[in-house]
C-alpha cells in the first residue's frame, strides 16, 4: 500500500459516472467525516480502474452504474493491492449482490448524513484493525449491509424490499399477503405480527387486526359502513374499532 500524507486518515477514492454526485459525496466526506482523506476521484470503470491503481486507497465507494458498465466488473479486475467497498447508489436491488463482495455497506441516494457517517465509522473501525495487525474480528453480516430492508423468501430465492415499496399487507393464517406500490403481491409463510416488527420504526398502521397499511400510501378515510381507509391505489382497508377510535384522535 502506498504510503499518503497524513497517516492518521484513511485514503478514499471516490467512483461515480456523474458529477454532481461525486462533488456531493465528496463535500460530506470532507465536511463530516475527517478521519478519511479523498486521494482520487473517477466516472468510469477505466478511470476508476486508473486512479485505483495509482493511489492504492484503503476505501472505495463505489456507484453501481459505471458509463454501460457495473461496479462489479471492476471489482473483477486484478489491484496491486486489496481496499474495502462501500457502495453508493441510486439502485436497491444490488444489495445482495454488493454484500457477495464483501461491501462494508450499501447506502442509496440521496444520501443520508447519519447513514454515511455510520458506514465510515465501522470501515475506519475494520481498516484501523487491519493496519495493526489485528485482523477484523467484525462479521459482515447481510443485515448490516442490508439495513432498512426486509427479506421476502419464495423458495430458492430471497427479494430485499424497501419498505417504501410496500403498500399494505394482509394476513391469511399463519401466510402474509404483501401488496407492493407497483401493483405484484409477495406470500411469505409468516404473521401479521412477524411483518410489523420488520418494519417497526416505520410509517406503518394497524387499522385492523388482520391489515398492515403504510401510512403514507392514505389517500382517505371514508367514516361509513363502519369505516375503511382508501389507500393510493384505492384499495379499501377496513378499519376495526381501535383502528378508527386511533384515527378520531389524529383528526
Not at 1 to 12: L, N, Y
Not at 114 to 136: C, F, H, P, W, Y
Not at 180 to 209: M, Q, W
Not at 229 to 234: T, V
Request: proline share 4%.
Amino acid at each position: 500500500m502506498k504510503p499518503f500524507a497524513d497517516t492518521s486518515t484513511i485514503s478514499v477514492v471516490l467512483v461515480d459516472d456523474e458529477t454532481d454526485p461525486l462533488e456531493v459525496l465528496e463535500r460530506l466526506i470532507n465536511d463530516h467525516i475527517p478521519d478519511l482523506q479523498v486521494v482520487g476521484k473517477a466516472r468510469s470503470q477505466e478511470e476508476a480502474f486508473a486512479v485505483i491503481w495509482e493511489h492504492e486507497p484503503e476505501l472505495v465507494f463505489l456507484d453501481i452504474r459505471l458509463k454501460g458498465d457495473t461496479a462489479f466488473d471492476l471489482l473483477q479486475r486484478k489491484f496491486p493491492a486489496p481496499f474495502e467497498v462501500i457502495f453508493v447508489t441510486a439502485f436497491d436491488r444490488f444489495a445482495l449482490e454488493a454484500f457477495r463482495h464483501h461491501a462494508i455497506s450499501y447506502i442509496l441516494k440521496p444520501i443520508d448524513i447519519i447513514e454515511l457517517k455510520t458506514a465510515a465509522d465501522r470501515a475506519v473501525r475494520l481498516i484501523r484493525q487491519q493496519r495493526n495487525g489485528e485482523g477484523s474480528q467484525e462479521i459482515r453480516e447481510p443485515h448490516r449491509i442490508l439495513e432498512g430492508r426486509i427479506s421476502i423468501s419464495n423458495g430458492s430465492e430471497v427479494e430485499y424490499l424497501m419498505p417504501e415499496e410496500i403498500l399494505y399487507a394482509m394476513a391469511d393464517r399463519s401466510y402474509c399477503h404483501i401488496y407492493l406500490t407497483d401493483g405484484s403481491c409477495r406470500v411469505i409463510s409468516r404473521n401479521l405480527k412477524y411483518l410489523e416488527e420488520k418494519l417497526k420504526g416505520y410509517a406503518f398502521f394497524r387499522p385492523h387486526r388482520s391489515y398492515l397499511v403504510n401510512s403514507t400510501c392514505i389517500k382517505k378515510w371514508n367514516k361509513s359502513e363502519g369505516g375503511s381507509l382508501i389507500l393510493s391505489d384505492n384499495s379499501s382497508i377496513p378499519l376495526s374499532k381501535e383502528g378508527r377510535i386511533f384515527l378520531e384522535k389524529l383528526y
